[in-house]
């Protein structure tokens, strides 16, 4: 009877997705979440390991998703909600490191005429990344795309900013899924991809 009831409690666990999460360089990743009330449930896409020089870690990252997508412009003209998940590795990252490696990505995947209408909403971002001053190892950034409100900013479980637009989102996007992306093959595994990391 014991055994039976055990049986049954872990079939429970597999069929509700209890427990389920995929794990990269020890960081475990969730497979299904939710964002905000109302909006449709988002799914593990695709995760990895953001390098720098080959071989220095900077952070793990995990794109989620409401349906699976395995092209970079499928993922850009999606309008509905997204989740970049990145859970930092190094001792600390600096306001000026991050704000340096969010104008480079900008400027390489995304031409001056779209970048112009964004002008502001960039440097209230970098204003943000100020502000923070420095995020230390195992701190974690979300940036949210909430459909018709705009990029939610969320560090170590504090909303710092809401960017609204979607033209926004989709510059920022472009960063880690673009033409010029800053890791290329950290934007396979993301599209789910050579070496990607799937729940299991």
């Known amino acids: 009877m014991i055994t039976r009831t055990l049986g049954l409690f872990l ?44 071989v220095a870690k900077v952070y793990v990252i995990g794109l989620y998703l409401s349906q699976k997508k395995t092209a970079s412009d499928a993922v850009l003209a999606d309008p509905g909600p997204k989740r970049l998940a990145m859970h930092i590795l190094q001792k600390e990252v600096t306001a000026d490191q991050l704000i340096a490696s969010l104008n480079d990505g900008l400027a390489a995947n995304n031409q001056p005429p779209e970048l112009a209408p964004l002008e502001q909403r960039i440097r209230d971002l970098a204003a943000m990344m100020r502000e923070v001053g420095r995020i230390t190892e195992g701190g974690v950034v979300l940036l949210d795309y909430l459909p018709g409100i705009g990029t939610r900013v969320t560090i170590n479980g504090v909303v710092r900013r809401t960017i609204p637009g979607e033209d926004f989102h989709r510059a920022l996007m472009r960063i880690w899924l673009g033409d010029r992306p800053v890791d290329g093959r950290l934007k396979r595994t993301l599209l789910g991809g050579s070496d990607s990391v799937l729940p299991f």
């Open 11 to 54: 079939a429970l666990l597999v069929t509700s997705g209890v427990g389920h999460a995929a794990e990269v360089e020890g960081v475990k990743l969730e497979e299904r979440l939710y964002i905000a009330q109302g909006l449709p449930e988002l799914h593990l896409n695709g995760a990895g390991v953001r390098r720098k020089l080959l």
